[in-house]
């Protein structure tokens, strides 16, 4: 889309109703449009060698339009998963009113718990470090009609997750434009 942030919040006025427009299409056609999956990937120095790409950590930067979708999507999707009690009581992670001290309390609690009942206490924590890469696509889109996200909705998601291509950007150089797999 090509339009940047700053002029879509300076315009909102006048904006909002086509970017609803837009958003509504998208949601009646189950079809995530093709020029709103394009992201630039900026690389931006960590820590360490410059010269190991490791220790670079990618942005992706993608156009306004598609971030506003996006909120939408997860609106709605997060709606009904909530309204449809799918997510689990002791996730934390992306949930409204729940955060990372409510997860630590909850282990914290069960600790005393059991400790005051005389039973060992086991914690494993994870960190999975790149999840969303790891995510078979196929797999979470049976995961979501499974919940119940079916018809277009799951169509949209579909199209939201397939055809998406990138570049780099590194100063002011751009690579050819590469599609994404999952």
Known sequence: DNIPVKVIKMA???LCLPIAHICNLCITSGIFPKSLKKSIICPIYKSGNK????????ISLLPALSKILEKVLNSRLTSYLERNHILSTNQYGFRT???TED?????????TIN????????????????AF?????????A????????GLPLKLF???????????KILNFTSTEEQVTF
């Open 12 to 14: 909102k006025d006048n």
């Open 51 to 58: 010269d190991q790409i490791a220790n670079y950590r990618p």
């Open 143 to 150: 995961k979501l009609e499974s919940c119940g996200v079916r």
């Open 97 to 99: 009113n729940k955060s």
């Open 103 to 111: 997860a630590v309390k909850a282990i914290i609690d069960d600790i």
């Open 158 to 168: 579909e199209s939201y997750l397939s055809d998406r291509t990138q570049s780099v």
């Open 133 to 141: 890469d790891t995510v078979s696509i196929p797999i979470l889109l």
């Open 115 to 130: 400790l005051d009942k005389n039973q060992k206490c086991l914690g494993v924590f994870l960190d999975l470090a790149k």
